[in-house]
């Protein structure tokens, strides 16, 4: 298939305009025309892992973490990502970054970090404003439900978990057919009225296209009245970190033990223990340390993420129990999730998981 229809399938995984200001996700090499046959998920592209997919004959590489961050000026091999740039255009290999944007969906790295350590009740730890809008459209009677199903279909009316939501306003509408049109009822230059039903709902920024496409291929009018309002509402389906709950609460040294088991981590950097029992946990995959206050205020007894700095652990100040897991711990599912993920939205494409491990931290 070609490149442009695995970044759709990922765009339905992670929209890329989910992705922090500084990111750089997307493609990285090549060309969206190209044909591909195969990808190698990694976190982190090496020279290692590209020799890899190689000799696994793979011509796509998806990556957590985006071997482009900082802007390049030239290519002499005179590093390690220049000698990789260099090398995937010479044998026309593809590069795609999917980075914070899968760091900021629900069922993104968080999710998978969530569901390792075994936690339940997941939430967003700070949800995202400005991302809804609201759709208003108006619609001949007899044909809103249709209208409807087809805006829900393309994913609009989602509140918290409820789907589906509308609110619908009976009226009559007013139209005169030029003489160039086409209307679906009424006669033209004469002015008719028509029962409607004005169709309110709620849609994330990045379904606009969608659920446009949805709501002009179902309704019958040949030009389609619609209103769209900017929202300052909290989308909670997509933002930093999450937080979930344990049945039942661990004791702080035993909360310890427990992640250094279920994560399979050698050490663990903390704060000083606290005089209570740990129930609710944040956490937030690789560097977190900016949303030590959500977890305080989100009721958290503990907070697990990586890339802490000294200076930050006086943070916690004995109100929650500071957990510095590594950058890489607590991002190394994420190659079996982006698997999974894009299994879903594409089942006739190879999609092999890298064998190589890249954690260029080392313990001793």
Do not use: W
């Amino acid at each position: 298939m070609q490149l442009k229809e695995v970044m759709e399938a990922l765009e339905g995984v992670a929209p890329f305009s989910l992705q922090e200001s500084y990111d750089n996700s997307g493609i990285q090499i090549g060309n969206p025309e190209q044909e591909v046959s195969r990808a190698l998920i990694c976190l982190d592209v090496t020279e290692e892992v590209l020799r890899e997919a190689i000799a696994r004959k793979c011509d796509l590489v998806l990556c957590h973490h985006p071997l482009i961050f900082k802007g390049i000026t030239k290519l002499t091999a005179a590093d390690a990502t220049q000698r990789i740039i260099m090398e995937a255009v010479r044998l026309g290999i593809a590069i795609v970054a999917v980075h914070t944007n899968l760091d900021n969906v629900h069922e993104g790295v968080n999710n998978m970090l969530a569901s390792v350590i075994g936690l339940k009740n997941l939430k967003i730890l700070k949800p995202l404003k400005g991302l809804l809008k609201k759709l208003v459209t108006f619609c001949p009677t007899d044909h809103a439900d249709m209208v409807r199903s087809a805006i829900f279909k393309a994913g609009a009316g989602q509140i918290g978990d409820y789907d589906c939501c509308s609110f619908n306003l009976e009226g009559k509408g007013s139209f005169r057919a030029g003489e160039n049109t086409n209307p679906f009822t009424g006669s033209i230059n004469e002015l008719h009225y028509e029962p409607e039903v004005r169709i309110e709902t709620i849609f994330p920024a990045f379904l606009q296209s969608a659920v446009l496409s949805a709501m002009f291929a179902s309704h019958p009018y040949e030009e389609v009245a619609y209103d769209i309002y900017p929202l300052d509402n909290v989308f909670d389906k997509v933002g930093s970190g999450m937080t979930g709950t344990f049945d039942t609460p661990l004791p702080a040294k035993d909360f310890l033990d427990h992640l250094k088991k279920t994560m399979n981590v050698p050490f663990l950097r903390h704060s000083a223990l606290i005089d209570q029992p740990v129930g609710r946990v944040a956490i937030c995959g690789g560097s977190g340390a900016f949303l030590i206050q959500d977890a305080i205020k989100a009721g958290a007894q503990a907070f697990v993420t990586g890339d802490v700095k000294y200076h930050q652990f006086f943070e916690a100040d004995s109100r929650i129990l500071l957990i510095d897991a590594g950058h890489y711990e607590t991002e190394q599912y994420t190659k079996e999730l982006l698997h999974s993920q894009i299994k879903k939205k594409i089942t006739n494409f190879a999609l092999l998981i890298s064998e190589v491990d890249n954690n260029p931290v080392h313990y001793y």
